[in-house]
């Protein structure tokens, strides 16, 4: 058993390189799939997700080797099946992304249905209606999907909700359709940009990714390609909030500022200085904290992946503060661990309302997801005493050597190894 414990109340000082996006990466391994050549993927984080992703397309029969710790290259011209099998990717939930890269250069996939996580059901019925449209059939039995087509013809498809996944999926799927697809009310995040920008660079014929439409005009092959992963929105948004709660200075490096905009102007407006400077953002805090609302939404709104890292900062912000959730039903099991570690909240429907305190103290909690895990590493160095957080494989799944950075600007932190 692993726990990460910290020794809390100590001011984050200096600067962090941020890491290649985690959820840009788990959509573009495997889009390399669509490639009949090399890709060399830049700038991947080293994270569990990543790992998990490479195995199962070794699985396939996918050479796949790290040229570094952050390269990796693809060539999938031996590939020997479509089919994954549950124990290959039961810990990771953008599994998904592999129907859509077979389906659309193979015309035939079989992957586990993800499993659902601690904040809702976080279901895929729009990636399969889109996959439907295209003209593949989608059969769902034994928690496995399998996806057939003679062929992928181009369509128009509404998603009913900006859906990250599905419009991703849906965007990999369409490049070897035959005439154009448009995806309407798509996703705007910047992995969506990216993953398009990737399958740009191998040939496709990709417009609009940023907007409500996006535009695919499919091609009869692609070719390999060299490309570099954006930087992580939410490693980034992590650090700064952390250097937020410790009162600190700290500069995130190797980032697009533009990504952090949502959380920049919430930061400013508790009364914190962000000095964006080029790839950079420094974050220098203050003692006197400001409660505010926020409200996630989709891109550009305020990334829903840095609402539990928010709420552990509002809690000692001064002031009552609303942090609403728009984008899952519910992800508000964070709550209960920052209740152990002295925060303020309550918790109706979709708004928890957080009263700030200028304390909180150190105890044992449990990460339940990957973002309630940083909440809880955001509220642990703020805490005076030991926070010990337990269940750290959540984090490793997202965050590229959480310890080391942190404990690089001045944290209190490490990682203890139990034998149960
Ligand atoms: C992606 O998940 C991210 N994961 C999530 O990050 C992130 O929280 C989420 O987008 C929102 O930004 C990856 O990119 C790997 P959605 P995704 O489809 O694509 C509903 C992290 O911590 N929905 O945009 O699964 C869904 O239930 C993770 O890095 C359907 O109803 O999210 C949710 O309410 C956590 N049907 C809303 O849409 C569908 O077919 C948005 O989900 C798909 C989604």
Do not use: W
Not at 26 to 33: D, G, H, K, T
Not at 61 to 87: E, M, P, R, V
Not at 240 to 248: R, V
């Amino acid at each position: 058993m692993e726990y990460i414990t910290i020794k809390g109340g100590k001011k984050l000082v200096g600067s962090v390189d941020i890491s290649g996006a985690k959820n840009a990466a788990v959509a573009i391994v495997p889009a390399a799939i669509a490639a009949q050549g090399v890709c060399i993927i830049e700038n991947l984080p080293a994270i569990k997700d990543v790992n998990v992703l490479v195995g199962a397309l070794r699985n396939l029969g996918i050479d796949c080797q790290f040229i570094d710790t952050h390269t990796l290259k693809i060539d999938s011209q031996n590939i020997k099946s479509c089919a994954i099998t549950y124990d290959q990717v039961k810990d990771m939930r953008a599994s998904y992304y592999l129907l859509g890269a077979l389906l659309g250069r193979f015309k035939h996939a079989q992957v586990p249905l993800p499993g659902g996580c601690n904040f809702g059901l976080r279901p895929i019925d729009l990636h399969m209606k889109g996959f439907e449209a295209l003209g593949a059939k989608i059969n769902i039995e034994h928690g496995m999907v399998t996806a057939t087509a003679e062929k992928l013809t181009g369509t128009n498809i509404y998603l009913d909700i900006s859906s990250v996944g599905a419009t991703i999926n849906i965007m990999i799927a369409a490049v070897y359709a035959e005439g154009v697809t448009h995806i309407e009310n798509a996703a705007k995040e910047p992995h969506v940009v990216d993953t398009a920008n990737f399958l740009n660079k191998l040939g496709a014929k990709i417009k609009g990714a940023g907007t409500d439409i996006i535009r695919i005009t499919g091609v009869e092959r692609l070719h390999g390609g060299e490309y570099s992963i954006i930087p992580d929105q939410i490693e980034a948004g992590t650090y700064m909030i952390a250097a937020a709660i410790t009162n600190g200075d700290v500069q995130v490096n190797h980032i697009i500022p533009k990504h952090m905009d949502s959380l920049s102007a919430k930061l400013t407006e508790m009364g914190c200085k962000v000095i964006e400077n080029g790839d950079t953002i420094r974050v220098i805090g203050t003692e006197n904290l400001q409660a505010c609302n926020v409200k996630t939404m989709f891109y550009p709104g305020f990334p829903t992946d840095l609402h539990p890292q928010m709420s552990a900062l509002l809690s000692v912000a001064n002031g009552t503060s609303l942090m609403t959730e728009a984008v899952f039903e519910h992800r508000f099991q964070y709550v209960k661990e920052l209740l152990r570690l002295g925060a303020n909240i309550k918790v109706e429907g979709r708004v928890a309302i957080i009263e700030g305190k200028n304390t909180l103290s150190g105890a044992q909690v449990t990460s339940t997801d990957l973002r309630a895990g940083a909440a809880l590493i955001v509220a642990g160095l703020a805490a005076h005493g030991t926070t010990s957080i337990g269940n750290v494989k959540y984090l490793d799944r997202g965050y590229e050597r959480f310890e080391e950075k942190l404990t690089a600007i001045g944290a209190d932190i490490s990682r203890v190894h139990i034998d149960e």
